[in-house]
């Protein structure tokens, strides 16, 4: 089973950028598609971006198309998630996860599994 650990999170003002990182051990991490997600306080954790095992296929909610960009090294078993021109709702712990149902849709958490421990992302207005 893979597991995974997030990095890069923090403080940022408006307008800001942030990279997070995700990185992978024990298991074939080029096999799958992984994906990022994020929970704000009182909410439901909500997608936000996947990369196929490729780097071929990238997939984005709505409210970050243009400002996220997703991609991975499979040589270094890590996905990243580049943040640009961050915003006040922006501001969520950031959870990266396999994608081991390709059945189901991306862009649901039951799609995932094998989730890290999140990073804190907060967006100062």
């Known amino acids: 089973q893979v597991q995974l650990v997030e990095s890069g999170g923090g403080l940022v003002q408006t307008g800001g950028s942030l990279r997070l990182s995700c990185a992978a051990s024990?298991?074939?991490?080029?096999?799958?598609?992984m994906g990022w997600f994020r929970q704000a306080p009182g909410k439901e954790r909500e997608f936000v971006a996947a990369i196929s095992w490729s780097g071929g296929n990238l997939y984005y909610t709505d409210s970050v198309k243009g400002r996220f960009t997703i991609s991975r090294d499979n040589a270094k078993n890590t996905v990243y998630l580049q943040m640009n021109s961050l915003k006040p709702e922006d501001t969520a712990v950031y959870y990266c996860?396999?994608?081991?149902?390709?059945?189901?849709?991306?862009?649901?958490?039951?799609?995932?599994?094998?989730w890290g421990q999140g990073t804190q992302v907060t967006v100062s207005s």
């Open positions: 996860a396999v994608r081991t149902l390709p059945g189901k849709d991306i862009a649901t958490t039951t799609s995932f599994g094998s």
């Open positions: 024990g298991g074939t991490f080029s096999s799958y598609a």
